[in-house]
Each structure stands twice: as C-alpha cells, then as structure tokens.
C-alpha cells in the first residue's frame, strides 16, 4: 500500500459521526439512519457503490467527542478491511480534519488491515488489493511526507510479527542472529554476533546455564545505531531470546507448549523497534541486546536445585527451570550496565504467567527503579495505543527473591506478586541504571484478532519504544 497526494482513486472514504447521521435532514445518510441500516456508530460502515461515477464508502466513528488516535487507528483498520472485500484498488481520504498524529494513526489503521502471516497455508485465506490511497492536501504540514513517516515504524512492526509467528525449527538462536543481522545493517545498525565460545569468555553462566539442555547453542546479538555522533548518551533496549521454551526439567503441560516458540517476542519487539529507529534515522544512540538460547531437556540440562552464577558474580539457586527467561535477561543487563554503560535500559520478556492472570492480552506490566523514566515510558505507551500499567517495586517483594544458599532464587519463596517478583530480580542487575521492565507475556501473542490486532503476533511496543526514543530530549 502506498500513498499519494490527489483524489484519483476508486472510493471515496466518508467518516461519519453519530450526530452527523442524526442532523442531515434530506439525505441518503438521513434515510440510512432512519431505517437504522447506518447510524454513524464506531466501526459502522455503509458501501455506496456506483456503477457509473464515484462510489462512497461510508464509516461510522460513533461520538464526536469520543473520538481519539485509538479509535483512527480501529476504524481505517475497518475501512481497508472494506475496502479489500470489495476488491478496491484505490481510495481516496480527505485530510483536512486530521493533524499530523490523527493522519498516522488512519496510515496505522489502514496498513493494520494487510497483516496477515499466511507463510504456510497453501491456499493463502486473505488477499490484500489496495494498492495506493489519496490524500487530499492539507494546509498545515504535508500529508504525503507525514503518512511515509510511520511506514517505518510499520516495517519494524512487521518484522516483529515476522520473527514472532516463525516456527522452531526454523527459527533459533543462530537464524535469529542472522535475521537481525540481515534486516539491520542495510539500514545503518551494526551487528555482532557472539558465539558459545564469545559467552564463555564473558563468564554469561545464567545464558549458559540455560542452553544447556539444547543442542542448538547459544547466540548473544548485539545491535548498536549512533544516531547522534556528539552525545555518548546512549539506551540499551533488551529483549528475552528463548526461542522456544519447554520449561526444562519444571516440563510446561503440553497444553501450555504448543505456542512457546513466542517466547522471543521480547528479542524480535527491540529488532524491530532498533530498525525503525535507524530506517527513521532519529538522532539517538541505541544499543539493542538479545541472549538467545532454547530451553530444552537432556541429560546435561540444568536442574531444579542447581546454583549456578551469572556474568555479574551474583550466585542464583534455581528452584524451577521455567523461570529461564530471567537468568538470560540477568546476562543481558549486566551486559547493558557494564560493557555497554548505558544510561537507561528497558528490557521487554514475556516472563511471567501471573502478568497474564492480572492483566490478560490487553495490558502489558511496568516495574521500575526511576519514576522519571516509567512515566516517559508510559506516555509513549499511551500515544502509541499499547496500554501500560506500573506495578508497585517494593522492598517487601525484594526480599521474596533471596536465597539461604546464593545470592538469589531465580522464583520467589512467597506466594503471589510474581510478575513484580520477577522484575525484582533482574532489578539486581543493572545497579543504580535506570531501569523499567515491561512484561509482555499477555500482549505479545494472542489467540484471536483484537480489533487492529491479528491473531498471533501483535508486535507490541515497538511504537511505544520508537516513540519513546523520538521523544528523548
């Protein structure tokens, strides 16, 4: 889909409000709404097809003043569903009621509409026809130049979803590294690879420990954009890489397995958010880390009981296999704070099951040790249409990560809190850096399509991260 100044397409786009259906008088909107065949509601639409001249396509936004960058974003989602079903090349938008921000959000929308992973279905179920959308002029900022802003960030959503929906056997820590290496460096990222001899040398014993069980072995990916020569202020985005989890020996039901190849949705989210970041050449320094490694079982896989040690000295006793995601990610961070000395992390993982229990598919979880940070991070959430909600870090929690034996328990010895226990111990991690951890393991994946957001992969954060970056002072 690509989009262009002018009003040459095949449809015209109409959003209609609630109170417009109800004020015309004499109209085809007044006759709609008095039959109740269209009244303007949100997601409502009413197609106008004429044979000979222009034909309409009619969608409702519901109330006037409800209407809001999430509900552009789900109506135009709407409207190239329509428009696709209708098998419409082209369309035309009127622009002059949106600023810049509303315009992307119709952009988002309508590109939403395309998405679809169909990479193994023979028969593809869903064909997408819109090839070019018209964008009326609008006085105050150029409408071409502000749709081909977000294509970008789109991308590395794309991207995301890409890595997300891949299957095992295909996608692992090695074809992981590479993906990243070849998706980033055409657009000015770096990329270093380091092997199981690399992560030896650095003493990862947490990543380590985890590999253990696979045959497949580890990678540590390590992506840095210098958007800004003249600052050496720089942020480390980190994301979990268990590109498929069994659970090792603390064995996940069979149930709970069959969609763990997600388990990287952290890794792809900072892949896709560091590409659009470089593809929009913001003026920012970023460096993104993944510690990719499986999670299997064998005779030689780490055990319940264990107490292994990690990059940073700190002795961890493991008490259950399945909470691997942390003892990668505590690497990762230690990484962040003292080789790559970055000012701020905010590392992404689908960590825990009790972030699914206390917010579902909807919300994603922020624990923190700076305020100023999470309320940055949080504001970009909330532009960006990817709820947030901050979790209390309290000592209390703290101490439900110590161990009698090592320096930490890799799960807590109390009962409940575990999405706020789990960011307790990475906190031990990064020192003073300032630090927020986003737990993903409800919004990074989901059964079925929510309103703009596909069945599978969502790609989650990566507008909240490149907004937050765009936004850095």
């Not at 279905?121 to 964008?135: A, G």
């Not at 064998?298 to 700190?314: H, Y």
Request: hydrophobic share 40%.
């Amino acid at each position: 889909m690509k989009f262009e100044l002018g009003q040459s397409g095949q449809v015209n786009v109409v959003r209609v409000s609630d109170s417009c259906c109800k004020l015309e008088k004499i109209s085809l909107l007044a006759d709609l709404s008095a039959k109740g065949i269209f009244e303007g509601k949100k997601n409502q639409v009413y197609f106008d097809y004429q044979s000979e001249g222009e034909s309409t396509l009619y969608v409702g936004v519901g109330k006037k003043d409800k209407i809001n960058l999430e509900t552009l974003r789900q109506v135009y989602h709407t409207v190239g569903k329509q428009l696709t079903n209708y098998k419409v090349e082209s369309a035309n938008i009127d622009t002059t009621k949106f600023d810049k921000t509303q315009l992307q959000a119709v952009v988002e929308g309508l590109l939403q509409s395309q998405s679809v992973f169909d990479k193994y279905l023979t028969t593809k179920k869903f064909n997408p026809t819109v090839e070019t959308i018209y964008l009326s002029e609008n006085p105050f900022y150029d409408v071409v130049d502000a749709a081909r802003d977000f294509l970008p960030v789109y991308e590395g959503i794309e991207i995301t979803r890409e890595l997300v929906n891949e299957r095992p056997m295909h996608l692992y820590p090695e074809t992981l590294a590479q993906h990243a290496k070849n998706v980033l460096e055409p657009v000015g990222v770096k990329v270093t690879i380091l092997d199981k001899d690399a992560i030896t040398a650095l003493e990862m014993d947490a990543l380590l420990a985890v590999s253990l069980g696979s045959d497949k072995e580890p990678r540590f990916i390590v992506m840095e954009y210098n958007g800004n020569t003249e600052s050496d202020y720089r942020t480390a985005l980190v994301g979990k890489g268990v590109t498929y989890d069994t659970g090792g020996y603390s064995l996940k039901p069979s149930t709970s397995m069959d969609t763990m190849f997600s388990d990287m949705a952290g890794s792809a989210t900072v892949i896709g958010a560091i590409y659009a970041i470089a593809k929009a050449k913001l003026p920012h320094n970023v460096t993104a880390l993944v510690a990719a490694t499986e999670n299997d079982v064998n005779g030689s896989a780490f055990k319940p009981g264990d107490i292994i040690s990690s990059m940073s000295k700190k002795t961890i006793e493991v008490l259950n296999t399945d909470a691997e995601g942390r003892l990668t990610l505590a690497d990762s961070l230690w990484y962040a704070h003292d080789v790559v000395k970055a000012d701020q992390i905010i590392d992404l993982a689908t960590l825990t099951g009790a972030c699914i229990v206390a917010l579902g598919e909807v919300t994603t979880a922020a624990i923190t040790n700076n305020q100023d940070l999470v309320n940055d991070v949080l504001k970009a959430s909330e532009v960006s249409g990817e709820p947030t909600w901050q979790l209390p870090a309290l000592d209390i929690y703290r101490d439900m990560v110590k161990s009698d034996y090592a320096d930490l328990l890799n799960t807590s010895k109390g009962k409940g809190a575990g999405t706020i226990t789990a960011a307790m111990f990475l906190e031990n991690f990064v020192n003073d850096t300032p630090w927020v951890h986003l737990d993903i393991a409800g919004t990074a994946y989901q059964g079925s399509a929510r309103g703009y957001l596909p069945q599978g992969a969502t790609g989650a954060h990566v507008k909240t991260l490149f907004n937050f970056i765009k936004n850095q002072k």
